[in-house]
């Protein structure tokens, strides 16, 4: 009686235990897919940030990249991991870092100043690079123009506004005759800016004084070589040499009575009379815009270079009035302009 029993109750619910099973198979399906979903979408993306040197260019550059993910949402170790490689100055070293970072396969690299440029334009090939910092990417070999690039690779000029400072170093000292600066001829960036800072100063009658440097051990002797030629005032380029030794270069021209201008906000700070600086900040801001558009699925070969967003003009009257120097009103009615306390 049991087993009849038995018999046609399994008769009768087999059915029901078939179509049971394949909704279990359904669900596992849909969760595991859920699932996947949900890691895809929590996936933190992989970016490498690499640096050629400890600079305050380097600094302000990295914080606008934190800054610009952090405004458009999204949180350093919990939607996105920055791994920040810095050279040391060391060419070896930054090679060695590229080659690491190409087996390592990041979603994007973000690149400051033009030595890691020219490594990452020789080097990585297949993933995403947005640079900052450079002042020529051309003549860092990224590309043929602003237009016609190396694919994989886009990013952000700061190319000093060497014609603004010709222009103000005239107002500002009418009786100026002769600007100084010295310079790194083992970097490209550094020539460039050079070369663009005596086009414009000859183009409002000024003299360009230079000395070459080639290490952080000769400034002090580089400065002390350019005091020596008596230049009206200093105007200090940028590059990866000198932005490191920036409060050195005041003080050794300001025991010898120059006054120094300069191209980093940070110099103002320091004593510098007056900066024209373009904002290395907004340059990080700038890259992340850039490196959104890719990560949305943009082909960075179609993004153009452009130059960085923001200048700011800093103005130092203490400095000033060290050297017996007033600043026209029409310097205080710029766009931007910042007083420094």
């Known amino acids: 009686m049991n087993n009849s029993f038995l018999k046609v109750l399994t008769k009768f619910i087999r059915p029901y235990l078939k179509i049971l099973s394949i909704i279990a198979v359904i669900a596992s399906v849909i969760l595991l897919i859920d699932k996947n979903s949900n890691k895809s979408e929590t996936h933190k993306k992989r970016f490498v940030l690499i640096q050629y040197n400890d600079s305050p260019l380097s600094e302000l550059s990295m914080q606008g990249i934190i800054d610009g993910l952090q405004t458009n949402g999204l949180t350093r170790d919990k939607d996105y991991e920055l791994k920040v490689s810095n050279a040391q100055g060391d060419i070896a070293t930054l090679n060695l870092m590229v080659d690491a970072v190409v087996n390592d396969k990041p979603d994007l690299v973000f690149i400051t100043s033009t030595p890691p440029l020219q490594a990452a334009a020789q080097k990585i090939k297949t993933i995403p690079v947005v640079f900052m910092v450079v002042a020529d990417p051309i003549l860092a070999g990224a590309g043929k123009s602003f237009q016609d690039h190396i694919p994989n690779i886009t990013g952000i000029s700061t190319l000093g506004d060497y014609e603004g400072m010709a ?20 970097e490209s960036n550094s020539v460039k800016n050079m070369s663009e800072l005596k086009k414009y100063a000859e183009q409002v009658g000024l003299k360009l004084i230079t000395v070459p440097v080639n290490s952080s051990q000769e400034i002090t002797d580089a400065v002390l070589a350019l005091t020596s030629k008596q230049p009206d005032v200093i105007c200090q380029i940028v590059d990866n040499l000198t932005s490191a030794s920036s409060a050195t270069i005041i003080k050794i021209a300001k025991d010898n009575k120059i006054p120094v201008f300069g191209f980093v906000s940070d110099q103002s700070g320091k004593g510098a009379v007056l900066v024209v600086s373009r ?8 890259a992340v815009r850039l490196a959104l558009r890719i990560i949305n699925g943009e082909n960075p070969a179609q993004i153009p270079f452009e130059f960085v967003s923001k200048t700011n003009i800093l103005l130092n009257p203490a400095a000033a009035a060290t050297y017996g120097i007033s600043f026209p009103a029409e310097l205080y009615e710029v766009k931007d302009v910042i007083i420094t306390k």
């Open 279 to 286: 904002d290395y900040h907004q340059a990080g801001v700038d």
């Open 167 to 186: 222009k103000w170093v005239t107002k500002v000292l009418p009786s100026a005759k002769s600007i100084g600066t010295i310079y790194s001829p083992g």
